[in-house]
């Protein structure tokens, strides 16, 4: 008898205690004032993996610019980025300076990152990131070939040129609804930030959302 009441009372709080997961979702929701995009460009690569695990502790979601080398060597990293509910754009094959090559040129490094990443598992991208932010008409006009839309950056983290973990994070502080935020898949101190950017954007009630490709804006996730 005291072994059945022992096992009601524990699934009856197992059962509150699902309650209360499902239940807490909508209110983390309605805690979101405005959306971020969080963007990481240059992958995958040996960090990815790292990186993802990083984000997926502390509940962020982000755009994953690969470059399509990096997608054809690492395939399985594509899928992790795909698996882990990460958003994958399109960086070029190469990463060169579009600006500077031919038409034929620039199309054939976006039709083939497209097609790396999609036999790597991340679908077919809608998001295309040019190399340096570098752009004209040209790349654009082949971007929109291939149903891509041009996605640059609000904020620069810097990561790229050094910044420390602490210049980060600041970069964070200063991002407002809508915008996007550029990063890196490759710097140590842009994955330890990770655990305060999540703090940073809570405390201002800003949620990591997904890029439109529509409007080229952070908006929640959908």
Request: charged share 10%; glycine share 10%.
């Amino acid at each position: 008898m005291g072994k059945t009441r022992s096992l009601a009372t524990g699934l009856a709080a197992a059962a509150l205690a699902v309650a209360s997961a499902v239940t807490a979702t909508p209110a983390n929701a309605a805690a979101c004032n405005g959306y971020v995009g969080l963007t990481f460009d240059d992958g995958p690569s040996g960090n990815t993996q790292a990186l993802l695990t990083a984000l997926r502790q502390n509940g962020l979601r982000a755009t994953m610019f690969n470059q399509g080398n990096n997608a054809a060597a690492n395939p399985g990293l594509v899928r992790a980025q795909a698996q882990a509910g990460m958003w994958i754009g399109n960086h070029s094959y190469t990463h060169p300076h579009l600006t500077q090559q031919s038409q034929a040129q620039v199309d054939s490094e976006i039709s083939r990152t497209q097609q790396a990443i999609a036999n790597g598992g991340g679908g077919t991208p809608r998001l295309f990131r040019p190399p340096y932010g570098e752009t004209n008409a040209t790349v654009q006009s082949v971007a929109a070939k291939y149903g891509l839309r041009q996605i640059i950056w609000d904020v620069d983290s810097q990561d790229w040129n050094g910044a420390s973990t602490d210049a980060i994070v600041a970069a964070h502080a200063r991002l407002t609804n809508g915008q996007v935020i550029l990063m890196h898949d490759w710097p140590a101190n842009t994955r330890a930030a990770i655990p305060r950017i999540a703090q940073t954007l809570a405390s201002r009630n800003l949620c990591a959302g997904m890029i439109s490709p529509q409007t080229g804006r952070a908006v929640a996730p959908g």
